[in-house]
Nanobody
Framework: QVQLVESGGGLVQAGGSLRLSCVAS????????MGWYRQAPGKQRELVAS???????TYADSVKGRFTISRDNAKNMVYLQMNSLKPQDTAVYYC?????????????WGKGTLVTVSS
């Protein structure tokens, strides 16, 4: 069981920046992928960015060039630096931890942190 706790959300004006942080604790496997998803009102949860423990990156097209994901494996933390924020980035952002074990992916989720971007 892995627990995830996010922090860093808030209210920001369009064009501004925020940095989200997530710390993982519990039964952490060294080979894993950590990332960020978001869910806006009335929409499905979507991948924002992820980073494998080996360093491979994935970004949603909508955030490429504006958001940067990073990790500190020693601290079991993942970060999301969000620049040039737009109102359409408004959503609850969820930290995600994923491993591949026994032929299946296993996921853990944080409770989410709200990001509101005003126009």
């Amino acid at each position: 069981q892995v627990q995830l706790v996010e922090s860093g959300g808030g209210l920001v004006q369009a064009g501004g920046s925020l940095r989200l942080s997530c710390v993982a604790s519990g039964s952490i496997v060294s080979i894993n992928t950590m990332g960020w998803y978001r869910q806006a009102p009335g929409k499905q949860r979507e991948l924002v960015a992820s980073m494998a423990s080996g360093g491979s990156l994935t970004y949603a097209d909508s955030v490429k060039g504006r958001f940067t994901i990073s990790r500190d494996n020693a601290k079991n933390m993942v970060y999301l630096q969000m620049n040039s924020l737009k109102p359409q980035d408004t959503a609850v952002y969820y930290c995600n931890y994923r491993i591949y074990y026994g032929g299946n992916y296993q996921y853990s989720w944080g409770k989410g942190t709200l990001v509101t971007v005003s126009s």
